[in-house]
Nanobody, 112 residues
Framework: QIHLVESGGGLVQPGGSLTLSCTAD????????VGWYRQVPGRERELVAS???????KYADFVNGRFTIFRDNAKNTGYLQMNNLQPEDTAVYYC??????WGQGTPVSVSL
């Protein structure tokens, strides 16, 4: 079992930025795919971005160059840097490790 702790969510105005982090409690973090997902009430959880153990990244179309996913294996931590946030980005953001383990979720709210 791997536990993931997320942080970094909050309330921002449109056009603002946030950086989410997700820290695992095991050093084996480095071998796993890291993914960030988001979910709003009444809708399915959707993939935002992922980064492989080799550093290959993948983004959802709606990211449109605004977000960057990266990882620091020495810190067992994955990150999602989000710029130019818009109201439609409002959701609970979850990190995932190895398509198996989930963080507790961190809320992101974008409004005036």
């Amino acid at each position: 079992q791997i536990h993931l702790v997320e942080s970094g969510g909050g309330l921002v105005q449109p056009g603002g930025s946030l950086t989410l982090s997700c820290t695992a409690d095991r050093r084996s973090f480095e071998v796993f795919l890291v993914g960030w997902y988001r979910q709003v009430p009444g809708r399915e959880r959707e993939l935002v971005a992922s980064i492989s153990s080799e550093g290959r990244t993948k983004y959802a179309d709606f990211v449109n160059g605004r977000f960057t996913i990266f990882r620091d294996n020495a810190k067992n931590t994955g990150y999602l840097q989000m710029n130019n946030l818009q109201p439609e980005d409002t959701a609970v953001y979850y990190c995932n490790l190895g398509l198996t383990w989930w963080g507790q979720g961190t809320p992101v709210s974008v409004s005036l």
